[in-house]
């Protein structure tokens, strides 16, 4: 899935570094979690993972792979294979009507809208999904149910008309928007470790768990992720919110990032650090973030243990590109320490 600072590329670097330097660490908290990408490959190598983000949708994401450590069976919903038969649902079979389909209503092109975030035939599909999977929750265990919403939550970019992100539709139909949307069953890494997703903001999550390190990609620019992923986050919710403007965009008051606000950033910093109930602290970032490498840097050392702090830079590579851009001065740095004890604690 294409993610704003997404880590697949980068988590053999994160998973070495976090080996080499923090070799005491069984259990990690990834509080800015997004899809996942880097917990999934914690959990893969063994250790215990709690997973975090604000999003509902990241969250639905990793509840619905992360936290299971095997494919549900469905025994009370008494059919053998559900992702089967959502993919084969028809609107004529369900009963629901148009007028009932907000993703179709709302973000495809129709007599009262103008979006084209979807074609007509996805569009209604993603809501007789999305409809059919609450009509079964009373049927279904907690796992089952996140496993089914991350598996159409998870299938929605590839039939989406965007760059990219949901901040803007295409005028003109991508040739992916023609396919029928296909539900796959997630990848689940079976552990004998239990892993936790959470939906919370990062103080929070902070507050609830003790793990031996706190991995961090927090958001680097001014740029605030719910508007980027405010069609998927209406999904997952399938709440009927108030929409607005051009792209139908619902509310995100309460979802605004500290680390999105060049005058709250460090503060922001500050506080994770602060709070981190955790022996060691890997931070993601890059050197065009709103902190300047220095600003950063003195932050970290400020609460690091006598020369445990490491900065780690590479050349930022671009997500369908293996090749490192030289050329654009931009580097993913990650920035690691032990964490100094405070008296008493």
């Given amino acids: 899935m294409r993610y704003i600072g997404g880590k697949a590329l980068l988590t053999s670097e994160i998973i070495g570094t976090i080996q080499k330097k923090a070799k005491q660490a ?17 959990k893969k190598q063994g250790y ?31 059919i053998p294979d559900p992702i089967q038969y959502l993919n084969s649902l028809k609107l004529e079979d369900t009963g629901y009507k148009l007028e009932d389909c907000f993703v179709y209503r709302n973000y495809s092109p129709n007599e009262n809208c103008d979006r ?26 907690e796992d089952e149910y996140f496993y ?14 965007i760059a990219g992100v949901y901040a803007a539709y295409l005028k003109h139909w991508d040739a992916r928007t023609y396919r029928d949307i296909e539900l796959k069953a997630p990848v689940i890494i079976p552990s004998s470790q239990k892993s936790v997703s959470m939906n919370l903001d990062y103080t929070d ?50 979802q605004k990032s500290k ?13 994770m650090i602060q709070l981190a109930d955790v022996r060691y602290i890997m931070i993601s970032y890059n050197n065009e973030g709103l ?27 671009r997500y369908k590109s293996k090749i490192p851009n030289h050329q654009s001065g931009l580097k993913e740095q990650i920035y690691f320490f032990e964490k100094e004890r405070e008296s008493g604690a």
């Fill in 259 to 271: 680390f999105c606000m060049k005058s709250k950033a460090a503060e922001a910093f500050e506080t």
């Fill in 116 to 141: 084209m975030y979807f074609q007509n035939k996805n569009a209604i599909k993603i809501d007789i999904i999305r409809k059919q999977i609450e009509e079964w929750k009373d049927r279904l265990s």
């Fill in 26 to 42: 069984g259990s990690v908290i990834d509080v800015f979690a997004g899809s996942g990408a880097v917990s999934a490959a914690l």
């Fill in 291 to 317: 902190l300047s490498t220095e600003e950063l840097t003195a932050i970290c050392k400020k609460h690091a243990k006598k020369h445990s702090f490491r900065l780690i830079e590479m050349e930022y590579r």
């Fill in 148 to 161: 089914l919403l991350a598996a159409l939550i998870a299938a929605v970019p590839y039939v989406s008309n």
């Fill in 205 to 254: 999550a902070l507050g609830k768990v003790k793990a031996d390190l706190l991995y961090a990609d927090p958001p680097y620019n001014a740029r605030q992720y719910l508007p980027n992923y405010h069609v998927l986050e209406t999904i997952a919710l399938y709440d009927q919110p108030d929409i607005s403007g051009v792209t139908g965009l619902r509310s995100y008051d309460r």
């Fill in 48 to 78: 215990q993972v709690y997973s975090n983000d604000f999003l509902y949708f990241s969250y639905v994401l990793n509840r619905g792979t992360l936290d299971l450590n095997e494919t549900p069976k469905f025994d009370r919903l008494g």
